[in-house]
């Protein structure tokens, strides 16, 4: 098991920033693709950032060039920098990570989920 640990979510003016982290622990095999999605009420979970270990990078286009995903692979931390942000980018934000138990075989973790509040 993987247990994902989320921090930094909480309440913003519209054009402020926050910075979310989350990080990996227990039984970590090989960590590839980790990243953010987001859930607003009443509407589906969408894909917000992803990163490789490459790294390459993966951004939805509503917050392409306002939000900048990376990576601490010694610390198994992923971190969404979140910049000029927008009442619209409400929501849930949960981490999301593929352990690599052996070639082909991985398994998701997700992450408990940290609200972010953009107030206008």
């Known amino acids: 098991q993987v247990q994902l640990v989320e921090s930094g979510g909480g309440l913003v003016q519209a054009g402020g920033s926050l910075r979310l982290s989350c990080a990996a622990s227990?039984?970590?095999?090989?960590?590839?693709?980790m990243g953010w999605y987001r859930q607003a009420p009443g509407k589906q979970r969408e894909l917000v950032a992803t990163i490789t270990r490459g790294p390459m990078t993966n951004y939805a286009d509503s917050v392409k060039g306002r939000f900048s995903i990376s990576r601490d692979n010694a610390k198994n931390t992923v971190i969404l920098q979140m910049n000029s942000l927008k009442p619209e980018d409400t929501a849930v934000y949960y981490c999301?990570?593929?352990?690599?138990?052996?070639?082909?075989?991985?398994?998701?973790?997700w992450g408990q989920g940290t609200q972010v509040t953009v107030s206008s």
């Open positions: 227990g039984s970590i095999f090989s960590l590839n693709a």
């Open positions: 999301n990570v593929q352990n690599t138990i052996k070639p082909g075989y991985k398994v998701d973790y």
